[in-house]
């Protein structure tokens, strides 16, 4: 049988101007294990209608923290990726 | 604990929240909307939010806050939603032994909250456009550099 690496599922949250590029607040993104928050954001620009407008480096969350780029992903993580933060 | 809301923000709660006979200094800061020179005739901004991670990054913040200014109560509201110019959109309360305390929680989590806290919003002009906005209000439609 052939080798196939392990895969996850990560949800992908989109907010504010980046829900309104891809028409949608969620996806479900299949990447191949190990992968990065990188990877995810990458997959998510090649795959999504309307996500190549959203900046190759935005930033992003893991689980309700803020990461960098380089932060690995689990199956079943919730990674965010947020527009230029506007609060207060 | 929950530090949003829809509706108007109620500084006497938030007050309420903090106030104690040991504290002695009490700093409030209040965020409104504003259409001043720089803004081309805003009516309101609409507010959004990731709000789950706003509940646990706001948490984090005001549990930072008491570490630095120990025996410091500290209260947050950030309200979501249309928001007409001149009404507050965020209030911070702190209040601790001394005033010098209650300033440097205040001021902590308010930026902080500038930092990290996953809020947007759109201003709503007279003209009729709708555009969003960075913390400083320019248009976000140039791609951001990463933190």
Redesign the interface.
């Known amino acids: 049988m052939p080798f196939a690496p392990p895969s996850g599922t990560i949800r992908v949250r989109f907010f504010a101007r980046y829900a309104e590029l891809v028409g949608r607040a969620e996806a479900a993104v299949s990447v191949p294990l190990p992968a990065t928050v990188g990877d995810v954001v990458r997959r998510v620009r090649e795959q999504l209608p309307g996500a190549c407008d959203i900046p190759e480096r935005p930033l992003t969350a893991v689980n309700l923290r803020h990461v960098k780029l380089d932060a690995s992903v689990r199956d079943g993580d919730e990674v965010a990726l947020l527009p230029p933060i506007a609060g207060g | 604990m929950t530090y949003l809301t829809r509706d108007p923000i109620a500084l006497d709660a938030l007050l309420a929240e903090v106030s104690s006979p040991a504290r002695g200094g009490t700093c409030a800061f209040l ?1 409104t909307v504003r259409n001043g020179p720089d803004e081309a005739g805003v009516t309101a901004i609409e507010y ?3 709000d ?3 509940e ?2 706001l948490e984090r913040i005001t549990a930072e806050a008491r570490e630095r200014c120990p025996g410091a109560g500290v209260a947050v509201r ?1 309200r979501l939603g249309m928001i007409p110019v001149g009404e507050a ?2 209030a911070i309360v702190a209040a601790a032994s001394h005033r010098a305390q209650a300033f440097e929680a205040c001021r902590y989590v ?1 930026e902080e ?10 201003e709503l002009r007279a003209d009729g456009s709708a555009v ?4 400083s209000g320019h248009p ?1 439609t140039s ?5």
Do not use: F, L
Request: aromatic share 10%.
């Open positions: 965020g959004s939010a990731y789950v991670m706003v646990a990054e950030h959109s965020i308010i909250v500038k930092r990290r806290v996953p809020v947007w919003k759109k969003w906005v960075d913390a976000t791609p951001p550099a990463h933190v």
